[in-house]
């Protein structure tokens, strides 16, 4: 099949990976109510199309996390990305770099921001939870900032783990004796060849970013359950301080969904607020990712920039997340969906197809020009603020 949509790219990820890891990128929390809310809200919102304009020349170039880009998406951290593809986190930041957009990465990933950087021609952004171990963030953040890293995402809605029932059924996490050990290999078995380029080829399975801390020979068991031990739950506003005398560059906030909290990152100092509800991951029943994104933007005003991170699955979206006052969108299982079907090709041509389908959208909305698309795209009656 060649794909044609990221609902595509799902499909041959599906087909390639074991259960145990499509089910980790696929899934959400709990009930997964909020997860179906981020793509089914973005649907609902209805454009006005517009005829006899002349849309020729469209720019999608605009400004996103301080840097200038070819068109308004990011790549969105993603955890253990380098177990869908092999050493896919470099894979997938030489494909951001060729398209002209940012890649985030995740502090949770499988390559380290040293071979991240080292893999691409650019350095990535990256993404950090606030953790106990404060000397650790120190040095990983004096790490970063050596290899020329101008911007950091400070992820604030992942305190604690939530409940992911898909997770439990496919013995990624829950009890983990015999039987979950055996069903973990039948699926490995089942699918030889991510087997042979990942599971034997894609060696080390870890956690890069947090290799110094851990006993030589740790696995990736040992490397998550540190990281889960060390979710700070005791973090306020007043810890940005800390951070702020440790991170002299650019600081975006992700994981915000209230107007209250908006407003307060942007006290503490967060240049980019970045509207998140973790992909669904986090607390079901919350708001969709677009559904919060007005309010934002209406609390937020011109003290930073509004990016939106959840439910985008095509140019179109991209185009409502923008009509409701984004500057743009940070893209999660998408890329994760075409790293696992093709590897950093798929990457390449999954920005392809969304930069296609912005445009297009674009043009038949009447718009020119990115930058200047208002909630005027929308038709009459839309929730856009």
Known sequence: MTPASIDDFRELARRRLPRFLFEYIDGGSYAEETLRANGEDLQRLKLRQRVMRDVTDIS??????GQPVSMPVALAPIGLAGLYARRGEVQAARAAHMAGIPFILS???CCGIEEVAGGS?????????????RPFMADLLARTAALGVETLVLTVDLIVHSPRR????????????????LQRGLEIARHPAWAWDV????????????????????GL????????????????WSDLDWLRQHWRGRLAIKGILDAADARDACTAGAETIIVSNHGGRQLDGAPSAIAALPAV??????RADVLMDGGIRSGVDILRAIACGARGVLLGRGWAFALAAQGGAGVTRMLELMRHELAV?????????????????????????
């Open 60 to 65: 999608l170039a605009t400004t996103l996390l």
């Open 107 to 109: 502090s949770s990933a």
């Open 121 to 133: 021609p650019v350095p990535p952004i990256l993404q950090l939870y606030m953790i106990k171990d």
């Open 166 to 181: 898909r997770d439990v059924r496919s013995s990624l996490t829950g009890q983990q004796g015999l039987a979950a050990r």
């Open 199 to 218: 599971g034997i080829n894609g060696r080390p399975h870890t956690l890069g970013n947090f290799a110094p801390r851990m006993p030589e020979g740790a």
């Open 221 to 236: 068991a040992q490397f998550t359950a540190w990281v889960g031990r060390n979710f700070d739950a005791s973090i306020t």
């Open 297 to 302: 933007v209406t609390a937020v005003g011109s």
């Open 361 to 385: 959208a674009m043009a038949l909305t009447g718009q020119r020009d990115v930058a200047g698309v208002t909630a005027d795209v929308l038709a009459a009656g839309q929730p856009a603020g």
